[in-house]
């Protein structure tokens, strides 16, 4: 497989997405105290605090050390301000070459439409960059962010995993392949 661009920075109408910076550390952490609690412990603060702020900037300081593409910082243009994470995550689901899409939002950014926006974005850059598929998991109980994958073209698959305490967890996909290819 050829070498891919790095994913540095996009921009839409509303929205720039750029690499995430150590000083805005305590705004993920954020995401993770406003957790739904059925998120399973590992993706929730633990009894020890952790992940603490400075965890979180340990882990963006090892993300910048990565060859290929990772989150992004989702900053809204007319305020400045960072309200989350949208990118591509690289890990063992699927052939090694495709990505799955990830993104939270602080909820004070919820229903505005931010994450379809960003998530487009992140859709074409991987499509221009050559990438065939993208995958994505997500709750059966999240309904917004199953509207959201669905707006970005991704289909359901039928393979879920069953979860009784935190809920199903379903597997959604989508081809870049141009018709045409």
Same mark, same amino acid.
């Given at each position: ?10 921009? !839409?109408?509303?929205?720039? %997405? ?14 993770? !105290? ?42 809204? @243009? ?72 669905? @707006? %970005? ?22 081809? %870049? ?5």
């Amino acid at each position: 497989m050829p070498a891919r661009p790095l994913l540095n920075a996009l921009e !839409t109408d509303r929205l720039i %997405l750029r690499c995430r910076s150590v000083h805005e550390a305590g705004v993920y952490r954020r995401l993770w !105290t406003e957790r739904d609690a059925r998120v399973p412990a590992h993706r929730r603060i633990g009894a020890g605090g952790r992940p603490t702020v400075e965890d979180i900037a340990s882990e963006i300081r090892r993300e910048r050390e990565e060859p290929r593409p990772g989150l992004l910082a989702v900053e809204r @243009k007319s305020a400045g301000d960072v309200i989350g994470y949208c990118g591509l995550v690289f890990h063992g689901n699927g052939a090694p070459d495709e990505p799955e899409l990830a993104y939270e939002l602080l909820r004070r950014a919820h229903g505005f439409g931010y994450a379809t926006e960003a998530g487009g974005a992140v859709v074409t850059w991987a499509t221009e960059a050559g990438y065939e598929r993208l995958w994505a998991t997500v709750r059966v109980w999240n309904v917004a962010s199953r509207r959201v994958l669905e @707006k %970005l073209g991704f289909h359901e698959t039928g393979q879920v995993d069953d979860d009784a305490a935190h809920g199903d967890s379903l597997l959604t996909v989508r081809s %870049l392949l141009s018709p045409a290819r």
